[in-house]
């Protein structure tokens, strides 16, 4: 009778334990929102200065001026097509 209890007993600390692993730990609300704000304003200075070569290279392929004109290149690991 006494073992059978100790078991339950363990099994029920170890049950809380897991428990408590489980919930706790995880990134706060404010370090979600920091990380999404971060990476919205990465994403937005990376499209900016890809509009401004592409705007670029426009304005050069319409005035046909001496003006040296941006070359096309494709990098792959940007996937940008204008560098």
Do not use: Y
């Not at 990380?35 to 900016?48: F, H, I, L, P, Y």
């Amino acid at each position: 009778m006494l073992a059978g209890m100790r078991h339950t007993a363990i099994l029920g600390c170890m049950l809380f334990v897991v428990t408590l692993a489980a919930c706790g730990g995880g990134p706060s609300e404010a370090e979600i929102e920091a990380t999404v704000e971060a990476r919205t304003e990465e994403k937005q200075t990376e499209n900016a200065a890809l509009e401004a070569k592409a705007q670029a290279a426009a304005l050069c392929l319409r005035t046909k001026t001496e003006a040296p004109c941006p070359a096309t290149t494709w990098d792959a690991g940007s996937r940008a097509f204008w560098q």
